[in-house]
């Protein structure tokens, strides 16, 4: 593995179901990062973690949940799939908090 | 990228040519900014970056300037490759928190 892998590539999921989008980085990084991208909007943070075992709440964090149990995961939630979750999610991780962040491949999710 | 959208602002430039791209940032007090590149179907890909002590920094073929007095970020790319077409945009952040990303500009590279 070489920078940040992302599973799964895409999802097609009914809504009201449980996801976990999976996130793994091999650079040691300390920070790690969610987003969320729309069409015609940037990228929106969800929630971020400074390093294993703390996380923190992003601009649009509601409905989803993460963990950071180590330094190499850092694992997206959505308990109840709602249809406005439709979107690209990137994971992201940087050295420290607040340094250039360098982005997974995405997810594609489609909630119907 | 899905990032792109039907609205988002479009630059076309001929190949060869150089390209400018702008951004307003939001922020007076953002201290450290970056440009960054996605491809169709990619993540952002970091391109350079730059903080606010500098007006100036270079890279191969891409230089980023920052004027403070009107919030103002480009980015030059000299000689604009086919390969360079894609969806560019910034990203400004205070003492590393909260990055706020802006939409983007859509460059397209003609033959």
């Known amino acids: 593995i070489a920078g940040i892998t992302q599973a799964p590539t895409s999802q097609i999921l009914a809504a009201g179901r449980r996801m976990t989008l999976r996130c793994t980085q091999d650079m040691r990084h300390n920070a790690m990062y969610w987003y969320r991208q729309d069409l015609g909007l940037g990228l929106r943070l969800i929630h971020y973690?400074?390093?294993?075992?703390?996380?923190g709440k992003g601009e649009v964090p509601d409905g989803y949940s993460v963990s950071r149990a180590n330094t190499d995961d850092f694992p997206l939630t959505l308990a109840s799939a709602v249809p406005s979750q439709t979107s690209v999610y990137f994971c992201a991780s940087s050295v420290l908090l607040g340094e250039t962040q360098y982005f997974g491949p995405g997810t594609r999710l489609l909630v119907l | 990228g899905e990032s792109v959208g039907l609205h988002l602002p479009t630059l076309s430039v001929q190949e060869g040519d150089n390209s400018i791209i702008n951004c307003a940032y939001s922020n007076s007090a953002s201290d450290y900014f970056i440009w960054y590149k996605q491809e169709s179907g990619k993540g952002p890909q970091f391109i350079i970056d730059i903080r606010s002590n500098m007006d100036k920094r270079q890279g191969q073929r891409v230089t980023v300037l920052l004027n403070k007095t009107v919030k103002h970020l480009s980015l030059q790319i000299a000689a604009t490759q086919p390969g360079d077409s894609a969806v560019y945009f910034c990203?400004?952040?205070?003492?590393?928190?909260?990055?706020?990303f802006g939409p983007g500009t859509r460059l397209s590279v003609l033959p």
């Open positions: 990203a400004e952040t205070i003492y590393g928190q909260n990055f706020v």
């Open positions: 973690s400074n390093t294993a075992g703390t996380t």
